[in-house]
Antibody, heavy 116, light 107 residues
């Protein structure tokens, strides 16, 4: 079964760091445009960051620019999100999303809670 | 930045009804729009891409239309499993932006 599985979420204090990982199974990420999308508790969806299939082109939401870094390792079939200087408002479920039309795969999400 | 205005924010309907959800973009996005369905506790699922294309496996009662700045998602013959929250997403430019969501509830 085609899957994306996120890991690395958890409870962290404001100002702390976390690194999220997303591993693909039963398909190769190498052709896919990869994204991180988050959803704060009870709220809507928010795009966070994208990376092109080659890794050459990267974009971030203004709310995370300068604090988060997206990367990928096609050889390991994995996507990452390094999150630094975390704030209370970064608390959310983080989803890994792979898109290569017509295919669009989402992971189950990993919860990041930023709280003192 | 492109703003996506989605309406209505909530909608009550009955099984068998036809419903329409609208997204308006603050500037033209050609047909670079997708529609997503999210059920409680689950990841979103894409129903429509390129404004009107259905991925394999999505029921034909779902359809999308529009181009430029105005887009619609139509669901005909509502089924019990269709009661969920729906979002549009523009991917014409960065930053990507979602609509605020439409919660479809059973009347």
């Amino acid at each position: 079964e085609v899957q994306l599985v996120e890991s690395g979420g958890g409870l962290v204090k404001p100002g702390g760091s976390l690194r999220l990982s997303c591993a693909a199974s039963e398909f190769s990420l190498s052709n896919y445009h990869m994204n991180w999308v988050r959803q704060a508790p009870g709220k809507g969806l928010e795009w966070v960051s994208s990376i092109s299939a080659s890794g050459r082109f990267i974009n971030y939401a203004d709310s995370v620019k300068g604090r988060f870094t997206i990367s990928r390792d096609n050889a390991k079939n994995s996507l990452y999100l390094q999150m630094n200087t975390l704030r209370d408002e970064d608390t959310a479920i983080y989803y890994c999303v792979g898109t290569y039309d017509p295919f669009d795969y989402w992971g189950q999400g990993t919860l990041v809670t930023v709280s003192s | 930045d492109i703003q996506m205005t989605q309406s209505p924010s909530s909608l009550s309907a009955s099984v068998g009804d036809r419903v329409t959800i609208t997204c308006r973009a603050s500037q033209g996005i050609t047909n670079d729009l997708g529609w997503y369905q999210q059920k409680p506790g689950k990841a979103p699922k894409r129903l429509i891409y390129s404004a009107s294309s259905l991925p394999s496996g999505v029921p034909l009662r779902f359809s999308g239309s529009g181009s430029g700045t105005e887009f619609t998602l139509t669901i005909t013959n509502l089924q019990p499993e269709d009661f969920a929250t729906y979002y549009c997403l523009q991917y014409n430019d960065y930053p990507r932006s979602f609509g605020q969501g439409t919660k479809l509830e059973i009347k």
